[in-house]
Protein backbone atom coordinates (compact mmCIF):
# COMPACT_ATOMS: atom_id res chain seq x y z
CA UNK A 1 0.00 0.00 0.00
CA UNK A 2 1.36 3.37 -1.11
CA UNK A 3 1.69 6.28 1.15
CA UNK A 4 -1.20 8.00 -0.18
CA UNK A 5 -3.16 5.27 -0.01
CA UNK A 6 -2.68 4.41 3.37
CA UNK A 7 -3.69 8.28 4.13
CA UNK A 8 -6.34 8.39 2.59
CA UNK A 9 -7.99 5.34 4.26
CA UNK A 10 -6.77 6.86 7.35
CA UNK A 11 -8.38 10.19 6.71
CA UNK A 12 -11.65 8.44 5.62
CA UNK A 13 -11.85 6.79 9.30
CA UNK A 14 -10.67 9.69 11.02
CA UNK A 15 -14.01 11.11 9.55
CA UNK A 16 -16.26 8.69 9.88
CA UNK A 17 -15.21 8.65 13.65
CA UNK A 18 -15.57 11.77 13.95
CA UNK A 19 -19.27 11.71 12.25
CA UNK A 20 -19.94 8.66 14.34
CA UNK A 21 -19.22 10.83 17.74
CA UNK A 22 -20.77 14.17 16.48
CA UNK A 23 -24.13 12.75 15.72
CA UNK A 24 -24.32 10.48 18.81
CA UNK A 25 -24.01 13.52 20.77
CA UNK A 26 -26.98 15.36 18.30
CA UNK A 27 -28.64 11.89 19.24
CA UNK A 28 -28.60 12.83 23.02
CA UNK A 29 -29.02 16.34 22.58
CA UNK A 30 -32.59 15.07 20.55
CA UNK A 31 -33.75 13.12 22.74
CA UNK A 32 -32.99 15.93 25.86
CA UNK A 33 -34.91 18.30 23.77
CA UNK A 34 -37.81 16.07 23.21
CA UNK A 35 -38.25 16.25 27.47
CA UNK A 36 -37.37 19.38 26.97
CA UNK A 37 -40.32 21.03 25.03
CA UNK A 38 -42.78 18.42 25.71
CA UNK A 39 -42.70 20.30 29.23
CA UNK A 40 -42.43 23.83 27.53
CA UNK A 41 -45.38 23.02 25.16
CA UNK A 42 -47.38 22.24 28.10
CA UNK A 43 -46.68 25.57 29.79
CA UNK A 44 -47.29 28.06 26.63
CA UNK A 45 -50.01 25.55 25.13
CA UNK A 46 -51.94 24.42 27.68
CA UNK A 47 -50.54 20.35 26.79
CA UNK A 48 -47.52 18.33 25.79
CA UNK A 49 -46.00 18.60 22.51
CA UNK A 50 -46.33 16.49 19.56
CA UNK A 51 -43.68 13.89 18.12
CA UNK A 52 -42.36 10.43 16.60
CA UNK A 53 -40.75 9.36 19.39
CA UNK A 54 -42.43 6.25 20.52
CA UNK A 55 -41.57 2.91 19.99
CA UNK A 56 -41.59 1.92 16.62
CA UNK A 57 -43.81 -1.08 16.41
CA UNK A 58 -46.68 0.63 18.51
CA UNK A 59 -46.63 4.01 16.28
CA UNK A 60 -47.09 0.99 13.48
CA UNK A 61 -49.94 0.07 14.92
CA UNK A 62 -51.36 2.89 15.07
CA UNK A 63 -50.52 3.93 11.92
CA UNK A 64 -52.37 0.79 10.32
CA UNK A 65 -55.24 2.21 11.95
CA UNK A 66 -55.21 5.40 9.87
CA UNK A 67 -56.65 6.03 6.82
CA UNK A 68 -54.65 6.59 3.77
CA UNK A 69 -54.23 10.20 3.77
CA UNK A 70 -53.21 10.29 7.17
CA UNK A 71 -49.99 7.58 6.81
CA UNK A 72 -46.59 8.30 7.69
CA UNK A 73 -43.48 8.00 5.91
CA UNK A 74 -41.46 5.00 8.01
CA UNK A 75 -38.82 7.88 8.10
CA UNK A 76 -40.44 9.44 10.99
CA UNK A 77 -40.92 6.68 13.19
CA UNK A 78 -38.12 3.95 12.16
CA UNK A 79 -34.75 6.49 12.34
CA UNK A 80 -32.11 4.55 14.71
CA UNK A 81 -31.44 7.21 18.50
CA UNK A 82 -30.54 4.78 20.70
CA UNK A 83 -31.27 7.15 23.73
CA UNK A 84 -34.88 7.50 22.64
CA UNK A 85 -35.27 3.87 22.28
CA UNK A 86 -33.43 2.96 25.72
CA UNK A 87 -35.39 5.98 27.62
CA UNK A 88 -39.00 5.32 26.04
CA UNK A 89 -39.56 9.13 25.92
CA UNK A 90 -43.20 9.38 25.15
CA UNK A 91 -46.04 7.01 24.14
CA UNK A 92 -47.43 6.98 20.64
CA UNK A 93 -50.84 7.67 21.81
CA UNK A 94 -50.03 10.86 22.91
CA UNK A 95 -47.38 11.70 20.27
CA UNK A 96 -48.88 12.18 17.22
CA UNK A 97 -52.74 12.08 17.64
CA UNK A 98 -54.12 14.38 15.32
CA UNK A 99 -56.54 16.53 16.78
CA UNK A 100 -59.21 19.05 15.08
CA UNK A 101 -59.43 22.67 14.65
CA UNK A 102 -55.52 23.46 16.01
CA UNK A 103 -54.68 25.48 13.20
CA UNK A 104 -53.23 28.43 15.45
CA UNK A 105 -49.15 29.41 15.16
CA UNK A 106 -47.57 27.50 18.13
CA UNK A 107 -45.17 29.30 19.91
CA UNK A 108 -42.32 28.57 18.38
CA UNK A 109 -43.95 29.41 14.60
CA UNK A 110 -43.67 33.19 13.99
CA UNK A 111 -46.70 34.83 14.13
CA UNK A 112 -46.04 37.94 11.94
CA UNK A 113 -48.71 38.92 9.47
CA UNK A 114 -47.41 37.72 6.28
CA UNK A 115 -47.08 34.34 8.36
CA UNK A 116 -50.39 34.16 9.71
CA UNK A 117 -52.70 35.98 7.29
CA UNK A 118 -54.11 32.30 5.85
CA UNK A 119 -55.60 32.45 9.69
CA UNK A 120 -58.17 35.17 8.62
CA UNK A 121 -59.67 33.76 5.13
CA UNK A 122 -62.84 30.71 5.47
CA UNK A 123 -61.85 28.78 2.89
CA UNK A 124 -57.67 28.18 3.51
CA UNK A 125 -57.08 27.91 0.12
CA UNK A 126 -53.53 27.65 -1.01
CA UNK A 127 -51.82 31.26 -2.49
CA UNK A 128 -51.62 31.86 -6.17
CA UNK A 129 -49.56 33.88 -8.11
CA UNK A 130 -51.96 33.76 -11.41
CA UNK A 131 -50.38 35.35 -14.67
CA UNK A 132 -53.59 35.96 -16.77
CA UNK A 133 -53.78 35.80 -20.54
CA UNK A 134 -53.03 39.13 -22.42
CA UNK A 135 -55.86 38.44 -24.86
CA UNK A 136 -58.45 35.99 -23.65
CA UNK A 137 -60.05 33.50 -26.84
CA UNK A 138 -63.98 34.10 -27.02
CA UNK A 139 -65.25 30.75 -26.88
CA UNK A 140 -68.25 30.34 -29.76
CA UNK A 141 -70.83 27.58 -27.61
CA UNK A 142 -70.50 30.21 -23.96
CA UNK A 143 -69.96 33.53 -25.89
CA UNK A 144 -67.40 34.35 -22.60
CA UNK A 145 -63.53 34.60 -22.51
CA UNK A 146 -61.61 31.76 -21.48
CA UNK A 147 -58.11 31.11 -22.11
CA UNK A 148 -57.33 28.04 -24.42
CA UNK A 149 -54.66 26.53 -22.49
CA UNK A 150 -53.66 26.04 -18.71
CA UNK A 151 -50.47 25.81 -16.48
CA UNK A 152 -49.39 24.63 -13.18
CA UNK A 153 -46.48 25.42 -11.63
CA UNK A 154 -45.14 24.16 -8.49
CA UNK A 155 -41.91 25.00 -6.50
CA UNK A 156 -39.24 22.40 -4.66
CA UNK A 157 -38.55 22.30 -1.01
CA UNK A 158 -38.11 25.33 0.76
CA UNK A 159 -39.53 27.72 -1.87
CA UNK A 160 -42.20 29.62 -3.14
CA UNK A 161 -44.59 30.74 -6.44
CA UNK A 162 -41.68 32.87 -6.34
CA UNK A 163 -39.45 30.57 -8.33
CA UNK A 164 -41.62 30.62 -10.76
CA UNK A 165 -43.50 33.84 -10.69
CA UNK A 166 -39.82 35.99 -10.72
CA UNK A 167 -38.01 33.66 -13.34
CA UNK A 168 -40.64 32.29 -15.71
CA UNK A 169 -42.91 34.48 -15.94
CA UNK A 170 -41.61 37.96 -16.92
CA UNK A 171 -40.00 36.03 -19.91
CA UNK A 172 -43.33 34.55 -21.37
CA UNK A 173 -43.04 36.01 -25.00
CA UNK A 174 -46.56 37.60 -26.23
CA UNK A 175 -47.92 35.12 -28.46
CA UNK A 176 -47.71 32.90 -25.77
CA UNK A 177 -48.90 35.04 -23.18
CA UNK A 178 -52.15 35.76 -25.18
CA UNK A 179 -53.61 32.59 -24.87
CA UNK A 180 -51.98 30.58 -21.78
CA UNK A 181 -53.08 31.40 -18.29
CA UNK A 182 -50.69 30.42 -15.49
CA UNK A 183 -50.64 29.59 -12.09
CA UNK A 184 -47.84 29.43 -9.94
CA UNK A 185 -49.00 27.54 -5.92
CA UNK A 186 -46.95 28.26 -2.57
CA UNK A 187 -47.94 24.72 -2.00
CA UNK A 188 -49.68 23.69 1.77
CA UNK A 189 -47.09 24.69 4.18
CA UNK A 190 -44.89 26.99 2.19
CA UNK A 191 -45.07 30.79 1.23
CA UNK A 192 -48.16 32.75 2.01
CA UNK A 193 -50.38 29.04 2.22
CA UNK A 194 -52.37 27.80 5.21
CA UNK A 195 -49.29 25.97 7.42
CA UNK A 196 -52.16 23.75 9.76
CA UNK A 197 -50.59 22.04 13.02
CA UNK A 198 -53.58 19.32 12.28
CA UNK A 199 -52.26 18.27 8.86
CA UNK A 200 -49.48 15.41 8.21
CA UNK A 201 -48.60 16.93 4.96
CA UNK A 202 -48.69 13.74 2.88
CA UNK A 203 -48.90 13.42 -1.08
CA UNK A 204 -53.13 13.30 -0.74
CA UNK A 205 -52.98 16.29 1.58
CA UNK A 206 -51.17 18.15 -0.99
CA UNK A 207 -53.23 16.85 -4.08
CA UNK A 208 -56.33 17.58 -1.97
CA UNK A 209 -55.15 21.49 -1.62
CA UNK A 210 -54.53 22.26 -5.58
CA UNK A 211 -57.65 20.56 -6.54
CA UNK A 212 -59.30 22.80 -4.02
CA UNK A 213 -58.04 25.41 -4.88
CA UNK A 214 -57.09 25.46 -8.83
CA UNK A 215 -58.43 23.02 -10.63
CA UNK A 216 -62.03 23.18 -8.91
CA UNK A 217 -62.28 26.67 -8.54
CA UNK A 218 -61.07 27.71 -11.72
CA UNK A 219 -62.95 24.84 -13.97
CA UNK A 220 -59.57 23.33 -15.70
CA UNK A 221 -60.27 21.09 -18.27
CA UNK A 222 -56.83 20.80 -18.82
CA UNK A 223 -53.85 21.75 -18.07
CA UNK A 224 -49.53 21.29 -18.53
CA UNK A 225 -47.83 20.66 -15.30
CA UNK A 226 -44.10 22.00 -14.55
CA UNK A 227 -41.93 21.50 -11.19
CA UNK A 228 -39.14 21.74 -9.46
CA UNK A 229 -37.56 18.73 -7.28
CA UNK A 230 -39.88 18.20 -4.57
CA UNK A 231 -42.30 19.32 -6.20
CA UNK A 232 -42.03 16.81 -9.32
CA UNK A 233 -43.38 14.40 -6.63
CA UNK A 234 -46.26 15.86 -6.41
CA UNK A 235 -46.71 16.96 -10.40
CA UNK A 236 -46.38 12.94 -10.92
CA UNK A 237 -49.17 12.02 -8.66
CA UNK A 238 -51.21 15.20 -9.94
CA UNK A 239 -50.64 13.50 -13.15
CA UNK A 240 -51.93 10.11 -12.20
CA UNK A 241 -54.99 11.05 -10.35
CA UNK A 242 -56.11 13.41 -13.36
CA UNK A 243 -54.30 11.79 -16.32
CA UNK A 244 -57.15 12.69 -18.55
CA UNK A 245 -56.61 16.28 -17.88
CA UNK A 246 -52.90 16.58 -17.92
CA UNK A 247 -51.20 17.37 -21.25
CA UNK A 248 -47.90 17.60 -20.73
CA UNK A 249 -45.26 17.65 -17.28
CA UNK A 250 -41.89 18.82 -17.47
CA UNK A 251 -39.72 17.95 -14.34
CA UNK A 252 -36.72 19.93 -13.73
CA UNK A 253 -34.33 17.70 -11.22
CA UNK A 254 -37.22 14.95 -10.36
CA UNK A 255 -35.60 13.43 -6.98
CA UNK A 256 -37.17 9.70 -8.14
CA UNK A 257 -35.45 6.83 -7.24
CA UNK A 258 -36.08 3.03 -8.56
CA UNK A 259 -38.11 0.31 -6.70
CA UNK A 260 -34.76 -1.09 -5.07
CA UNK A 261 -33.96 2.03 -2.94
CA UNK A 262 -37.65 3.01 -3.16
CA UNK A 263 -37.93 2.42 0.61
CA UNK A 264 -37.91 5.29 2.87
CA UNK A 265 -35.18 5.10 5.08
CA UNK A 266 -32.70 4.12 1.97
CA UNK A 267 -34.49 7.78 0.25
CA UNK A 268 -33.68 9.24 3.69
CA UNK A 269 -29.98 8.19 3.49
CA UNK A 270 -29.57 8.89 0.01
CA UNK A 271 -30.42 12.46 0.24
CA UNK A 272 -29.32 12.86 4.00
CA UNK A 273 -26.70 10.74 4.33
CA UNK A 274 -25.25 11.74 8.10
CA UNK A 275 -22.06 13.27 7.16
CA UNK A 276 -19.91 15.95 8.15
CA UNK A 277 -18.33 17.30 5.21
CA UNK A 278 -19.88 18.83 2.99
CA UNK A 279 -21.34 21.80 4.75
CA UNK A 280 -24.92 21.06 2.20
CA UNK A 281 -25.01 17.55 3.01
CA UNK A 282 -24.25 17.93 7.38
CA UNK A 283 -27.10 20.39 7.19
CA UNK A 284 -29.51 18.40 5.48
CA UNK A 285 -28.89 15.19 7.30
CA UNK A 286 -29.04 17.46 10.63
CA UNK A 287 -32.63 18.74 9.79
CA UNK A 288 -33.98 15.81 8.41
CA UNK A 289 -32.89 13.32 11.16
CA UNK A 290 -33.59 15.09 14.48
CA UNK A 291 -36.80 16.52 14.97
CA UNK A 292 -36.18 18.68 17.91
CA UNK A 293 -33.06 20.11 17.31
CA UNK A 294 -34.16 21.31 13.59
CA UNK A 295 -37.21 22.93 15.28
CA UNK A 296 -34.65 24.69 17.54
CA UNK A 297 -33.19 25.92 14.39
CA UNK A 298 -36.55 26.88 12.75
CA UNK A 299 -37.06 29.01 16.00
CA UNK A 300 -34.02 30.97 15.64
CA UNK A 301 -34.48 31.27 11.85
CA UNK A 302 -37.92 30.89 11.10
CA UNK A 303 -39.46 32.67 13.90
CA UNK A 304 -37.36 35.72 14.02
CA UNK A 305 -37.23 35.89 9.90
CA UNK A 306 -37.91 39.80 10.36
CA UNK A 307 -35.03 40.05 11.95
CA UNK A 308 -32.48 38.41 9.71
CA UNK A 309 -34.24 40.26 7.03
CA UNK A 310 -33.12 42.97 8.52
CA UNK A 311 -29.80 41.88 9.08
CA UNK A 312 -28.61 40.52 5.81
CA UNK A 313 -30.33 43.43 4.55
CA UNK A 314 -27.89 46.14 6.55
CA UNK A 315 -24.51 43.65 5.80
CA UNK A 316 -25.53 43.98 2.02
CA UNK A 317 -26.87 47.24 1.39
CA UNK A 318 -29.84 46.02 -0.61
CA UNK A 319 -33.10 47.17 -0.17
CA UNK A 320 -34.92 43.78 -1.43
CA UNK A 321 -33.55 40.55 -0.53
CA UNK A 322 -33.48 37.70 -3.27
CA UNK A 323 -36.83 35.73 -3.42
CA UNK A 324 -35.07 32.44 -2.30
CA UNK A 325 -33.23 33.77 1.01
CA UNK A 326 -37.21 35.11 2.05
CA UNK A 327 -38.29 31.67 1.10
CA UNK A 328 -35.99 29.79 3.12
CA UNK A 329 -37.55 31.09 6.51
CA UNK A 330 -41.36 30.75 5.21
CA UNK A 331 -42.38 28.01 6.25
CA UNK A 332 -42.79 26.15 10.13
CA UNK A 333 -40.87 23.33 11.63
CA UNK A 334 -44.12 21.04 11.08
CA UNK A 335 -45.22 21.80 7.78
CA UNK A 336 -41.28 21.23 6.09
CA UNK A 337 -40.24 18.66 8.76
CA UNK A 338 -43.60 16.32 7.90
CA UNK A 339 -43.66 17.35 3.42
CA UNK A 340 -39.64 15.94 4.04
CA UNK A 341 -40.51 13.00 5.60
CA UNK A 342 -44.14 12.16 4.05
CA UNK A 343 -44.07 13.23 0.76
CA UNK A 344 -40.15 13.08 -0.51
CA UNK A 345 -39.05 9.65 1.83
CA UNK A 346 -42.43 8.74 1.79
CA UNK A 347 -43.65 9.48 -1.47
CA UNK A 348 -40.85 7.46 -3.28
CA UNK A 349 -42.05 4.17 -3.26
CA UNK A 350 -45.38 5.13 -5.12
CA UNK A 351 -43.70 6.94 -7.74
CA UNK A 352 -43.08 3.94 -9.74
CA UNK A 353 -46.90 3.03 -9.91
CA UNK A 354 -48.22 6.66 -11.15
CA UNK A 355 -45.62 6.69 -13.24
CA UNK A 356 -46.76 3.39 -15.05
CA UNK A 357 -50.20 5.26 -15.28
CA UNK A 358 -48.88 8.41 -16.81
CA UNK A 359 -47.34 6.21 -19.03
CA UNK A 360 -50.16 4.46 -20.06
CA UNK A 361 -52.34 7.14 -20.30
CA UNK A 362 -49.93 9.18 -23.22
CA UNK A 363 -48.77 12.09 -20.92
CA UNK A 364 -46.23 13.46 -22.49
CA UNK A 365 -43.18 13.61 -19.94
CA UNK A 366 -40.16 15.84 -20.52
CA UNK A 367 -37.07 15.98 -17.98
CA UNK A 368 -34.60 18.72 -17.22
CA UNK A 369 -31.94 18.24 -14.93
CA UNK A 370 -28.36 19.79 -14.83
CA UNK A 371 -25.11 17.50 -14.69
CA UNK A 372 -24.07 18.68 -12.15
CA UNK A 373 -26.67 18.83 -9.21
CA UNK A 374 -25.23 17.84 -5.55
CA UNK A 375 -28.98 17.51 -4.54
CA UNK A 376 -30.83 15.49 -6.68
CA UNK A 377 -28.50 12.85 -8.43
CA UNK A 378 -28.35 13.04 -12.34
CA UNK A 379 -29.54 9.19 -11.98
CA UNK A 380 -33.05 9.99 -11.26
CA UNK A 381 -33.83 11.23 -14.45
CA UNK A 382 -32.52 8.05 -15.67
CA UNK A 383 -34.74 6.55 -13.85
CA UNK A 384 -38.14 8.66 -15.07
CA UNK A 385 -37.00 7.38 -18.58
CA UNK A 386 -36.50 3.71 -17.30
CA UNK A 387 -40.50 3.93 -16.10
CA UNK A 388 -41.60 5.97 -19.10
CA UNK A 389 -39.24 5.43 -21.98
CA UNK A 390 -41.38 8.01 -24.26
CA UNK A 391 -39.97 10.82 -21.94
CA UNK A 392 -37.67 12.77 -23.42
CA UNK A 393 -34.53 13.64 -21.40
CA UNK A 394 -32.61 16.63 -21.59
CA UNK A 395 -29.61 17.56 -19.14
CA UNK A 396 -28.12 20.65 -19.37
CA UNK A 397 -24.10 21.00 -18.57
CA UNK A 398 -22.60 22.69 -15.78
CA UNK A 399 -25.52 23.41 -14.30
CA UNK A 400 -26.74 22.85 -10.72
CA UNK A 401 -30.02 22.20 -8.76
CA UNK A 402 -30.71 25.76 -9.06
CA UNK A 403 -29.21 26.96 -11.65
CA UNK A 404 -30.64 24.65 -13.92
CA UNK A 405 -33.12 27.40 -14.06
CA UNK A 406 -31.46 30.71 -12.19
CA UNK A 407 -29.32 32.32 -14.93
CA UNK A 408 -30.65 30.89 -17.79
CA UNK A 409 -34.29 32.31 -17.57
CA UNK A 410 -35.23 32.93 -21.16
CA UNK A 411 -33.47 29.70 -22.45
CA UNK A 412 -35.36 27.64 -20.07
CA UNK A 413 -38.74 29.64 -20.77
CA UNK A 414 -38.24 29.17 -24.83
CA UNK A 415 -37.74 25.48 -23.66
CA UNK A 416 -41.24 25.69 -22.10
CA UNK A 417 -43.02 27.19 -24.51
CA UNK A 418 -41.72 24.66 -26.96
CA UNK A 419 -42.72 21.52 -25.08
CA UNK A 420 -46.23 23.24 -24.49
CA UNK A 421 -46.96 23.93 -28.21
CA UNK A 422 -45.95 20.58 -29.38
CA UNK A 423 -48.29 19.17 -26.71
CA UNK A 424 -51.48 21.43 -26.92
Not at 215 to 231: D, E, N
Not at 308 to 324: A, N, P, Q, S
Request: net charge neutral.
Amino acid sequence: MSAHQWLEKAATALNSGLAFIVFLVFDLLDAILCILFRYIDYLFEGRPGSCFCGRSWEIEQVRNNEDDHQQLSETLYRSKNIFKELGRLVRVAKSYHKTSGDRVARWSDCGCHSCVSWLNTEEHNLHLVVKQPSSLAITEDLGVQQASENVIFLHGFLSSSSFWAETVFPNISDPVSRHYKLFAIDLLGFGSSPKPRDCLYTLKDHLEMIEKSVICPFQLTSFHLVAHSMGCLIAIALAAKHSHLVKSITLVAPPDFPSKDGDSLRVLHRLAERKLWPLFMFGTSFMSWYEHLGRCVCFLVCRNHRIWERIVKLITWRKDLHFMTMDLSRHTHHSAWHTMHNVICGGAKLMESYLEVISKAGVKVFVIHGDRDQVVPVECSHNIWMAVPEAQINIIKNADHSSVLLGREKEFTLYLQHVWAASS
